[in-house]
């Protein structure tokens, strides 16, 4: 059935293509929103009531398209639940639309009274029309099955759904979240679309959220389609040290490909993610691959009350460029090493609802190798001045993740602990204040899904010039000056030991373990 409709848009979209030329570059949007909630999601409401606060959540999002639009943007992505909101039941989710497959050519705008009612459709197409441009949405959607069902009671399954919205108004394509988050699972069912579409503007993909954690779709899609760009409606709340929002995504897309991520705006729930302060669109939510700036002119940043808009130049099709970076063996210095184990004295502590394994760094420079199980951790480092009431460790977690999803990991982290008390080391860390003048942090990792991670003082994201991520797998410094590390960490995932659900059918994926993380 995918592939059935997947070839009926890429054929049109070949054709717009032939009609209109592709393009060079492309001007993406990402907007950051604090969505109109509901007094109380647990309440039943009125469809009525239901879809007046949706709507002013639209009228939101209208003006910030518009402004988009007016900058010459080509295509804005939309947060994960920010026209419907979240943290409800099944009998309490309100106002859910049916949304056909592309392959019926519809045009809401144009037609919204074809298959049931779809007010909010209908609008995001206008949108899309009015103002010439492509736009990613997500919205909740219902789709009716058989009532036996154990997964849909009231007969029909629920889903989290993105949409695309060409700039001519036409549904692209759609995109159900794969991997629910915990507490989604009470109100939606995992979808099966994998959707990948080609425009003037480059191959895209689409996925939601804890989806990017997934080897299905984040991998199938990134990989194994051979996507330029990711597209990333997302509602992530920021969990340190080793989940905060832009700095994870940034991983993510250095080690992959281009990813264009919009999340919504909520500080009671740490939520928040477009809004971090970094040099470029291209670091703070389009980051790049390893050696490969993606960004040709600096961000554009747009703010009003409640919401604010980013904006950057990109490469359309940067799998054709000459400087497309070569494969990573990411654990081939690591393999190389011999322990160094002297002078340390390894501790537990907790990162996350993980026991990692960690040791402490004693000197100002230093040379040290952490196991747990089958990954071993290994620092080389100098420090500007160890300041004896600051405390950094090293470690190492080789482990299947259990709170909200099963995912297998293997993470090695060089970090600031809390307090000198080494107990602390893996809890959240408001700064760091120790600077390093030279670093390099290599692991044994079995996968090569490794999302390097490199977060400064004031959860800043490290420039590219200062490190880098070289060919043998390490993370390294390469400017001379000192960074002020708050957290390092090369996020590795094992998609090969996850549990039925999340990594679909566990055991061979052996093939990708020489690759790079979706390269060829």
């Known amino acids: 059935m995918i592939t059935s409709y997947f070839l009926k848009y890429v054929a049109i979209f070949a054709l717009f293509v032939l009609s209109v030329g592709a393009l060079d570059n492309s001007i993406p949007a990402v907007y950051e929103h604090a969505a109109i909630l509901p007094n109380s999601t647990k309440t039943p409401v009125s469809k009525e009531e239901a879809l007046l606060l949706m709507h002013k959540n639209v009228d939101v999002l209208e003006k910030t398209v518009k402004l988009a639009a007016r900058q010459s943007a080509h295509i804005t992505v939309i947060p994960e639940d920010e026209i419907y909101g979240w943290v409800f039941t099944r009998e309490t989710i309100y106002h859910l639309e049916d949304t056909p497959l592309p392959d019926v050519n519809w045009i809401p705008c144009k037609d919204p009274h074809r298959f049931t009612y779809t007010p909010v459709q209908e609008r995001l197409s206008c949108l899309a029309k009015d103002n010439s441009i492509y736009m990613v949405a997500n919205i909740g959607e219902k789709k009716p099955c058989n009532a036996s069902d154990i997964n849909s009671p009231d007969g029909c399954y629920q889903y989290n759904t993105d949409m695309v919205f060409d700039s001519e108004d036409s549904l692209v394509t759609c995109c159900h979240k794969y991997d629910l988050f915990e507490p989604e699972m009470q109100s939606v069912v995992p979808g099966d679309l994998e959707p990948t579409f080609e425009t003037p503007l480059g191959k895209f993909g689409l996925f939601t959220c804890f989806d990017i954690l997934s080897r299905d779709p984040a991998v199938v899609v990134a990989k194994d389609s051979k996507v330029d760009t990711v597209l990333f409606p997302t509602a992530w709340s920021n969990t340190l040290p080793l989940l905060s929002a832009v700095p994870f995504r940034s991983a993510w897309a250095r080690a992959s490909v281009t990813l264009l991520g919009a999340n919504v705006h909520d500080t009671r729930n740490h939520v928040t993610g477009d809004s971090h302060r970094s040099e470029s669109l291209c670091k703070g939510v389009a980051s790049t691959r390893p050696r490969q700036s993606r960004c040709v002119t600096s961000t554009r940043r747009q703010e009003t009350v409640g919401v604010q808009l980013l904006l950057s130049e990109l490469k359309s099709w940067p799998r054709s460029e000459p400087t497309h970076p070569a494969a990573v063996d990411c654990s081939a210095y690591a393999q190389g090493d011999k322990p160094v184990l002297s002078e340390q004295s390894d501790f537990p502590a907790m990162t996350y609802f993980d026991e990692f394994t960690f040791t402490e760094l004693k000197r100002n420079t230093g040379n040290y190798t952490v196991c747990q199980k089958d990954l071993c951790c290994h620092l080389m480092y100098t420090m500007s001045e160890k300041q004896p009431d600051k405390?950094?460790?090293?470690?190492?977690?080789?482990?299947?993740?259990?709170?909200?999803?099963?995912?297998?990991?293997?993470?090695?982290?060089?970090?600031?602990?809390?307090?000198?008390?080494?107990?602390?080391?893996?809890?959240?860390?408001?700064?760091?204040?120790?600077?390093?003048?030279?670093?390099?942090?290599?692991?044994?990792?079995?996968?090569?899904?490794?999302?390097?991670?490199?977060?400064?003082?004031?959860?800043?994201?490290?420039?590219?010039?200062?490190?880098?991520?070289?060919?043998?797998?390490?993370?390294?410094?390469?400017?001379?000056?000192?960074?002020?590390?708050?957290?390092?960490?090369?996020?590795?995932?094992?998609?090969?030991?996850?549990?039925?659900?999340?990594?679909?059918?566990?055991?061979?994926?052996?093939?990708?373990?020489?690759?790079?993380?979706?390269?060829?």
Do not use: W
């Open 391 to 520: 405390e950094y460790a090293l470690g190492a977690f080789d482990g299947l993740h259990t709170v909200d999803g099963q995912y297998y990991l293997q993470v090695c982290t060089l970090l600031n602990c809390q307090t000198p008390d080494v107990g602390t080391c893996g809890e959240p860390v408001g700064s760091a204040f120790t600077n390093f003048r030279e670093f390099f942090l290599s692991g044994t990792c079995e996968t090569c899904y490794v999302f390097p991670q490199l977060i400064l003082r004031g959860n800043q994201l490290a420039p590219e010039r200062r490190y880098e991520v070289s060919r043998d797998g390490r993370s390294r410094s390469r400017s001379g000056d000192s960074l002020p590390i708050f957290v390092m960490a090369p996020y590795g995932r094992v998609c090969e030991k996850d549990p039925p659900r999340l990594g679909q059918e566990p055991g061979n994926y052996s093939d990708s373990l020489s690759l790079a993380p979706f390269q060829d």
